[in-house]
């Protein structure tokens, strides 16, 4: 009996290894082969923050969009954005420091460290870890250039987050909320 009870649980684990997501492959660092391909807008759609703190504060946030640029310095990205959050548009820019598949920069009092990881195609994947004096904490996110995501591309995502020990609840963009102007585009 003990040995056939064996048999069944490690039947049990081969079948669970088997259908659990293989994690190596899914937070692949992404680097595009012509980099032009991650400047732009990109929408926000989908989120979660690490520890639980930050994982709330996306709650306040009900749309967001970020605009990556090239500069002279083929070592510097400038990211503007602009988030919708505590009924206000709140806008930023940054310049940040491309080495090899990271980027850093420095908001407010915060240094950031930025990774982008393989996802749905045209989408961008956001993984950001942070440090303010004391306090550490990260992000996952996720935009696409439209603001839409197909849900095949939320159980992806959803997997990501997974094998990166993020909240399962992750956050969602609020389609019906306005994206806040971006001021600096002309006309």
Not at 31 to 36: G, I, S
Not at 57 to 71: C, G, V
Not at 111 to 130: A, E, M, P, R
Request: charged share 20%; glycine share 6%; hydrophobic share 35%.
């Amino acid at each position: 009996m003990a040995l056939s009870v064996v048999g069944f649980l490690l039947t049990l684990v081969c079948l669970s290894a088997a259908s659990a997501p293989d994690c190596r492959e899914l937070v692949q660092p992404y680097m595009p082969e012509e980099p032009e391909q991650l400047f732009g807008k990109w929408i926000y759609v989908m989120g979660a923050g690490d520890p639980v703190t930050y994982h709330k504060a996306l709650e306040y946030m009900k749309s967001s969009w970020i605009e990556l640029q090239p500069t002279s310095d083929n070592l510097t990205v400038t990211l503007r954005w602009g988030d919708y959050c505590f009924h206000r548009c709140i806008f930023g820019k940054v310049n940040a420091t491309v080495s090899g598949l990271t980027a850093t920069f420095r908001k407010n009092l915060s240094d950031h460290k930025g990774h982008l990881l393989q996802t749905c195609s045209d989408c961008l994947l956001w993984t950001d870890t942070f440090r303010n004096v004391d306090v550490t904490g990260r992000y996952i996110m996720q935009f696409t250039r439209t603001g839409k995501i197909h849900p095949t591309d939320v159980e992806h995502f959803r997997k990501q987050a997974e094998c990166l020990n993020f909240p399962e609840n992750y956050h969602s963009y609020d389609t019906t909320a306005e994206l806040c102007p971006d001021k600096e585009t002309k006309s």
